[in-house]
């Protein structure tokens, strides 16, 4: 019987990250890190979220750092780079990636959801192997994690370019 091992998940889209191995994943955080409407140095809370962040206008935010999350919901894609804490009552629409290997649920409240994706690794290690990440729910309150591919696609706008220099050419 051959050896059947599974190829690494390449995104049909992307085909530069491989999000299985953790040195193709470590090079892309700073491409993501320049194009986000907001980088935040972590601890945070959710009084560091950016105000114009709506279900109408996603927005890309990157903490470096632990993010704690009370009565919040957040649209877009969020990325951080430490652990992520959250209430019951609190969520997110759209993709939610954390890289320092721990997500914990706290406190009962009810309504939180989180719909699209979530991706937990522990990239902490520093290594070329993930550690293990641990998904915590002390107490559980929330309705849970559910796949949502509209708000996966509503969540991977395209990155805008930002204007370096400008130079007007005079007309003759």
């Known amino acids: 019987m051959p050896n059947v091992s599974p190829s690494p998940y390449v995104h049909p889209y992307n085909s ?3 999000m299985t191995d953790p040195i193709s994943l470590s090079l892309f955080l700073p491409v993501v890190q320049n194009a986000a409407d907001s980088v935040l140095n972590g601890p945070r809370t959710e009084a560091d ?6 279900s109408s206008n996603p927005m890309t935010v990157y ?36 890289l320092g290997g721990t997500i914990t ?53 395209p990155f805008a370019y930002k204007v370096v220099s400008f130079r007007e050419i005079p007309y003759p």
């Open 16 to 18: 530069t990250v491989d």
């Open 49 to 54: 979220m950016p105000s114009a962040m709506s």
């Open 63 to 98: 903490v470096n750092g632990d993010l704690s999350l009370t009565s919040f919901t957040g649209y877009g894609l969020l990325v951080v780079r430490g652990n992520l804490t959250y209430t019951g009552d609190s969520g997110w629409k759209g993709i939610v990636i954390v």
């Open 105 to 157: 649920e706290t406190g009962s409240q009810d309504g939180g959801e989180f719909d699209g994706a979530v991706y937990l690794a522990n990239l902490t290690t520093g290594g070329p192997a993930f550690g293990a990440p641990t998904y915590i729910v002390a107490t559980p309150g929330g309705k849970g994690v559910y796949y949502n591919s509209c708000l996966v696609a509503a969540s991977l706008k």
